[in-house]
């Protein structure tokens, strides 16, 4: 099985950036499409970014779109999420996740495979 390590978060003020990574274990990296999640206290898990295996086509959530860039690194066997623009309301654990079926929705959080522990993100006013 793959594991998920994701990091980078933390508290940044409101109108900042953070990037979040999340380091794949094994050498099968570039055979996993990868998605970005998030959770807020009380709140069920939503669709943030993800992104197919090629790293060619990419996908987010309306709610971040313009502001988040999802990009990987095959070689690195790291998914990346470049958070601009920051928003209290973007405050969450975000997760990182992977997939390697032949047939699924890429938004759909049940397709996904591997799931990483998460990361916080706090954004202030």
């Known amino acids: 099985q793959v594991q998920l390590v994701e990091s980078g978060g933390g508290l940044v003020q409101a109108g900042g950036s953070l990037r979040l990574s999340c380091a794949a274990s094994g050498r099968t990296f570039s055979s996993y499409a990868m998605g970005w999640f998030r959770q807020a206290p009380g709140k069920e898990r939503e669709f943030v970014a993800a992104?197919?295996?090629?790293?060619?086509?990419?996908y987010y959530a309306d709610s971040v779109k313009g502001r988040f860039i999802i990009f990987r690194d095959n070689a690195k066997n790291t998914v990346y999420l470049q958070m601009n623009s920051l928003k209290p309301e973007d405050t969450a654990v975000y997760y990182c996740?992977?997939?390697?079926?032949?047939?699924?929705?890429?938004?759909?959080?049940?397709?996904?495979?591997?799931w990483g522990q998460g990361t916080q993100v706090t954004v202030s006013s």
């Open positions: 992104i197919r295996r090629s790293g060619i086509t990419t």
């Open positions: 996740a992977a997939t390697s079926g032949s047939y699924y929705n890429i938004r759909y959080q049940d397709d996904y495979d591997y």
